[in-house]
């Protein structure tokens, strides 16, 4: 049994009973959020899933970081494949009474994990030229969708971690941003999935940052608030996750 399969009193359902597919490690993340009328999400959303939202307002969240030791079960990681950067746009939903993620987009430096993931999961991965580089106490990271066809969308900034590590209390903003053990994802005839995924309880930092640029809302029609985001950071996050099944 994998270790992580032990640690489950922080979720808010029980695990898959279903062998895990696929391991991978989260690193250097940071969680850009952004708050949003929900009727100019609605519309972007499956009938299906009710989007999720907090005091009135929808969410819309860009996080960057780096994937490393991704492999499916009963395989190994290996260099040049195993390891990449990853940049998505992502809201919030539920469905059947489990709150989850739903992505608009997710970049990636990584040919055949973008083939994988549309093929796999049914979730909408591009192509990028990117870049993540710590240097000092910072990220330096750079995003650029060379996926032909698509939409652009750019991303170019740095953050940096500010404060101790802290573990969100339920009820909070926080916890209702990150907290959330499942995806879903859409077919191209309509059919929409949910996959599983577990993870310790997310050891968040207070950040700070300086975006250069940040086209990624640009796919979907929407120019973010003329704010500062909400920012959180967490260094590492190992992470399994399930096969999606259909709803």
């Given at each position: 049994m994998h270790p992580l399969l032990t640690q489950t009193d922080h979720r808010p359902y029980a695990l898959s009973t279903k062998p895990w597919a696929l391991k991978m490690t989260w690193l250097e993340l940071l969680f850009m959020h952004w708050?949003?009328?929900?009727?100019?999400?609605?519309?972007?959303?499956?009938?299906?899933l009710e989007l999720?939202?907090?005091?009135?307002?929808?969410?819309?969240?860009?996080?960057?970081?780096?994937m490393r030791?991704?492999?499916?079960?009963?395989?190994?990681?290996?260099?040049?494949?195993?390891?990449?950067?990853?940049?998505?746009?992502r809201t919030?939903?539920?469905?059947?009474?489990?709150?989850?993620?739903?992505?608009?987009?997710?970049?990636?430096?990584?040919?055949?994990?973008?083939?994988?993931?549309?093929?796999?999961?049914?979730?909408?991965?591009?192509?990028?030229?990117?870049?993540?580089?710590?240097?000092d106490d910072s990220i330096y990271y750079h995003s650029k969708r060379?996926?032909?066809?698509?939409?652009?969308?750019?991303?170019?900034?740095?953050?940096?971690?500010?404060?101790?590590l802290e573990l969100s209390t339920p009820g909070s903003l926080e916890h209702f941003l990150t907290e959330r053990y499942c995806l879903y994802s859409a077919d191209a005839q309509g059919g929409v999935f949910r996959g599983e995924i577990?993870?310790?309880?997310?050891?968040?930092?207070?950040?700070?940052?300086?975006?250069?640029?940040?086209?990624?809302?640009?796919?979907?029609?929407?120019?973010?608030?003329?704010?500062?985001p909400l920012l959180h950071f967490s260094k590492r996050l190992e992470v399994l996750a399930w096969l999606p099944e259909k709803l």
């Open positions: 708050p949003v009328p929900a009727e100019s999400l609605r519309q972007l959303i499956p009938p299906e999720d939202t907090f005091d009135g307002s929808a969410w819309l969240g860009v996080v960057p970081f780096e030791d991704v492999y499916p079960r009963y395989t190994f990681s290996v260099p040049g494949l195993s390891t990449f950067p990853e940049l998505n746009l919030y939903v539920t469905a059947q009474g489990r709150p989850g993620v739903w992505f608009f987009s997710l970049d990636a430096a990584n040919w055949a994990a973008v083939r994988l993931a549309r093929a796999g999961f049914n979730l909408p991965y591009f192509d990028a030229k990117m870049s993540c580089l710590e240097l060379t996926h032909k066809g698509a939409p652009p969308a750019d991303f170019v900034g740095q953050y940096r971690a500010l404060d101790s577990h993870h310790q309880a997310w050891p968040l930092q207070q950040a700070e940052t300086e975006i250069q640029i940040n086209r990624m809302t640009e796919q979907i029609g929407l120019t973010l608030p003329d704010t500062e």
